[in-house]
């Protein structure tokens, strides 16, 4: 069984392949960015599964993930992540992905996961697909979609529009649009006054 590993933290990278191949089978082949997982899918045999960190370099939200899905060769694809929330696995899993593995996950839930999908499977740990969303339970936060809480919580750690477009890997327009709405929704005039309505509803 083979499987590529694309992820841009060396130390997990690493620890990962020593998992996948610690007697189980695996040969594990690890790179650190989208592009270079590309040039190996086009040059080598083909692999049992791909696994992409969602954060790395090229990804660009689910795109690098759609990329990837329509390469030549109808490779299985599946995301890792340590920060992605449930809607993200949701989605990735709708666009066709082999499945969504939390990097939260034991060393042998691990292989058992890759294995998995490696077999044709789809997969997604339960717990992490129920669990409860740790969104603020207030009436100001119920107003407010969970991009416009997280275009919030980017405004009350003092980012620039930049920085949170970055953060939340969305485009800067995008974060105009979120904030033009937030500000109607918490009835604030600028980005200084709807930080503090949040800060004084408890909400960060």
Do not use: C, W
Not at 30 to 57: C, F, Q, S, W
Not at 58 to 67: Q, T, Y
Not at 87 to 114: C, Y
């Amino acid at each position: 069984m083979r499987v590529l590993i694309a992820d841009d933290h060396d130390l997990l990278r690493d620890t990962l392949v020593l998992f996948l191949e610690s007697g189980n089978g695996i040969k594990a082949e690890a790179v650190g960015t989208l592009d270079e997982a590309h040039k190996r899918i086009m040059v080598d045999e083909p692999y049992d599964l791909i696994l992409l960190d969602y954060n790395m370099p090229g990804m660009n939200g689910l795109n690098g993930l759609s990329e990837t899905l329509a390469m030549e060769g109808g490779q299985r694809v599946a995301l890792i992540s340590g920060e992605a929330k449930r809607e993200i696995a949701e989605q990735a899993l709708e666009a066709g992905a082999a499945g969504f593995v939390p990097k939260t996950l034991a060393a042998k839930s691990m292989i058992n996961a890759v294995r998995f999908m490696a077999m044709g499977e789809q997969y997604a740990p339960v717990d992490f697909m129920t669990a409860v969303e740790d969104t603020p339970n207030n009436t100001l936060a119920d107003k407010l979609s969970q991009r416009e809480l997280e275009v919030l919580k980017g405004l009350t750690e003092g980012k620039s529009n930049k920085e949170i477009a970055r953060d939340l890997d969305i485009t800067e327009p995008t974060v105009k649009l979120h904030m033009k709405t937030l500000f109607r929704k918490v009835d604030a005039t600028n980005r200084t006054q709807a930080a503090m309505i949040a800060r004084e509803a408890g909400l960060f």
